[in-house]
């Protein structure tokens, strides 16, 4: 599994944008980059993933770097509700394989 | 996006005893389930994979014997602890895999055990 790299924490004003960072250095060219988040007391909940190219979704965008060793997660206004685990996961499959979690950001946002 | 919910969210029990928590796909067939589990202020560890029809391929360190584990149809797998103890205490989550090669995995809402 290729190791993770990212803050432990981040805090963020509320709609602001909130860029998380995640290194991965040890990637496979085969692996996708995955985004997870986790609400207090909940199971994680998926946010986006990719694997070249820049993506969007209604939750948020994912910024790969060209050598694909780092992304960043975009949230573009962040809310309250925003405030979770968020954890990056290079994974080569997607439902089927298991994900090793890492410590994962925590992020706080200031009303 | 898929569902996936667990039976019970919350259980307390005495030490010695088994519980089970139950993982279902709701609207779809899952043919791999995971069951994680996480410590206060902890990451999620994965204990085992649950394959329908087979038996589960469990982690390095987790005790077979004492978290069994049944994925008896392709929307449901069950976890229970035999002869819990406080130790045993943790958030226990479950996630499933569908079967297309483009889903992402969805996890349930958790189970969070306490034994006294």
């Known amino acids: 599994d290729a190791k993770t790299t990212q803050p432990n924490s981040m805090e963020s004003n509320e709609e602001e944008p909130v860029h998380l960072p995640c290194n991965h250095s040890t990637i496979s060219g085969t692996d996708y980059i995955h985004w997870y988040r986790q609400l207090p007391s909940q199971g994680p909940e998926y946010v986006i993933h990719?694997?070249?190219s820049n993506v969007n979704n209604r939750m948020a965008s994912l910024a790969i770097a060209e050598d694909r060793k780092s992304s960043t997660l975009i949230l573009h206004r962040a809310t309250l509700r925003d405030a979770a685990v968020y954890y990056c996961?290079?994974?080569?499959?997607?439902?089927?394989?298991?994900?090793?979690f890492g410590t994962g950001t925590r992020l706080t946002i200031i009303p | 996006g898929a569902v996936v919910s667990q039976h019970p969210s919350r259980v307390i029990c005495k030490s010695g005893t088994s519980v089970k928590i139950e993982c279902r796909s709701l609207?779809?067939?899952?043919?791999?389930m995971f069951w994680y589990r996480q410590f206060p202020k902890q990451s999620l560890m994965l204990m085992a994979t649950?394959?329908?029809?087979?038996?589960?391929?469990?982690e390095q360190g987790v005790e077979k014997d004492k978290f069994l584990i049944n994925h008896a149809s392709l929307t449901l797998s069950t976890l229970t602890v035999t002869s819990a103890h406080p130790e045993d205490s943790s958030f226990y989550i479950c996630s499933a895999g569908t079967p297309s090669s483009t889903d992402t995995q969805y996890f349930g809402p958790g189970t969070r055990l306490t034994v006294l």
């Open positions: 649950s394959n329908e029809g087979s038996k589960a391929t469990y």
């Open positions: 609207d779809f067939q899952a043919t791999t």
């Open positions: 996961i290079p994974s080569s499959n997607f439902g089927n394989e298991k994900l090793t």
């Open positions: 990719g694997l070249t």
